[in-house]
């Protein structure tokens, strides 16, 4: 069984085909390239894809609590409106009117790719794709993963989690060019939430609730 775990980068997204413990980095350019990936059962992808109209997801409260300080992490995700915002101005008008809340540069930030992602789906939305997020992944690897990804100290952390789960240093070494070493290690954590999805084993946050166009406002690991 093969799946894919997802993770955005500079505009691209990198990949981590799982299959068994042998893990391949991709690089992908867009988000029609990710669902088109042959012979894969799930597709776990750090990305929101359930979308509220008028407030915060729960999914995303819930998630930051359960990191703790690590909730930083997870951005709230912008409403469904947002998305046809012409510029950061527009979209917190937007967010504004119906939340009362300005959006923040990071979750404007992340529009495009939620776009791209919520095009490709399509309606109905593509069944094999679910919401992860990758520190809920090495947290549930691994409690002492706690120091930031972008230090020597959280890189290595990250690394001995997965590698208890996943050849990850072959997969490091493979790595298509220029991909950062922070996004590859996401991706593959992801790569290990789909594992779990597809066999039944995931936990989650947010369980129950789907937007006005079905897509479930959840996040697993």
């Known amino acids: 069984m093969a799946v894919l775990g997802v993770d955005g980068w500079r505009g691209a997204w990198v990949g981590a ?28 992808i750090d990305m929101p894809i359930g979308l509220s109209e008028d407030g915060p997801r729960s999914c995303d409260v819930l998630a930051r609590r359960r990191l703790g300080r690590a909730g930083s992490s997870v951005f709230p995700a912008p ?14 008008r937007i967010s504004r009117e119906l939340s009362g809340k300005a959006l923040s540069v990071q979750a404007w930030n ?18 094999r794709v679910v919401e992860v997020h ?12 706690t120091a ?21 240093l072959d997969a490091l070494a493979e790595a298509p060019a ?7 290690l996401d991706a593959c954590a992801a790569a290990w939430s789909a594992g ?5 084993h995931a936990e989650s946050v947010g369980d129950h609730v789907r937007d006005r166009l079905g897509r479930p406002m959840r996040i697993s690991w």
């Open 79 to 92: 409403l469904r409106p947002v998305l046809g915002a012409s510029d950061y101005a527009d979209a917190c």
């Open 178 to 184: 220029r991909v950062p070493a922070a996004d590859a």
């Open 17 to 44: 085909l799982l299959e068994g413990r042998s893990v391949t980095l991709l690089a992908l350019p867009d988000a029609a390239a990710v669902l088109a990936v042959p012979g894969v059962e799930l597709i776990a």
């Open 110 to 127: 992340l529009v495009p790719a939620i776009r791209s992602l919520d095009i490709a789906l399509g309606s109905p939305p593509d069944q």
């Open 134 to 145: 990758p520190e809920l992944a090495f947290r549930a690897l691994d409690p002492e993963v």
């Open 196 to 200: 779990r999805a597809a066999e039944g």
């Open 148 to 168: 930031p990804k972008a230090t020597a100290r959280g890189l290595a952390q990250r690394i001995r989690a997965l590698a208890s789960v996943m050849d990850v």
